[in-house]
Nanobody, 127 residues
Framework: QVQLLESGGGSVQAGGSLRLTCVAS????????MGWLRQVPGKEREGVAA???????NYVDSVKGRFTISRDNTKNTLYLQMTNLKPEDSGMYYC?????????????????????WGQGTQVTVSP
């Protein structure tokens, strides 16, 4: 049984930083594809950052240069370092795992590409 446990969310002012952490357990797949997705009320869950099995990273344009996704395989942990946060970065951030291919190749920036989800951690950025 795969479990993903996020932590690190909180409330910060614009320009601040946060680091999200996701600890994975029970994930036995030979391929490790993981990512962070964000959801705000009334909108679909959207990808923010993803890391492919080979370590390739993908980011949504709005966070490029500000967010960094990384992974420590020895600790089964995924991170999202967020800097220069903006109010529009606010939302519930979900850690996800899975390598489901829905359009030729895996980018990890849509909710359809994942099989497993954490419970989410809230990020609130005030102006």
């Amino acid at each position: 049984q795969v479990q993903l446990l996020e932590s690190g969310g909180g409330s910060v002012q614009a320009g601040g930083s946060l680091r999200l952490t996701c600890v994975a357990s029970g994930y036995t797949s030979s391929r490790i594809c993981m990512g962070w997705l964000r959801q705000v009320p009334g909108k679909e869950r959207e990808g923010v950052a993803a890391m492919e099995d080979d370590g390739t990273t993908n980011y949504v344009d709005s966070v490029k240069g500000r967010f960094t996704i990384s992974r420590d395989n020895t600790k089964n942990t995924l991170y999202l370092q967020m800097t220069n946060l903006k109010p529009e970065d606010s939302g519930m951030y979900y850690c996800a795992a899975g390598c489901r291919i829905v359009s030729g190749t895996w980018f990890g920036l849509t909710r359809f590409e994942y099989d497993y989800w954490g419970q989410g951690t809230q990020v609130t950025v005030s102006p």
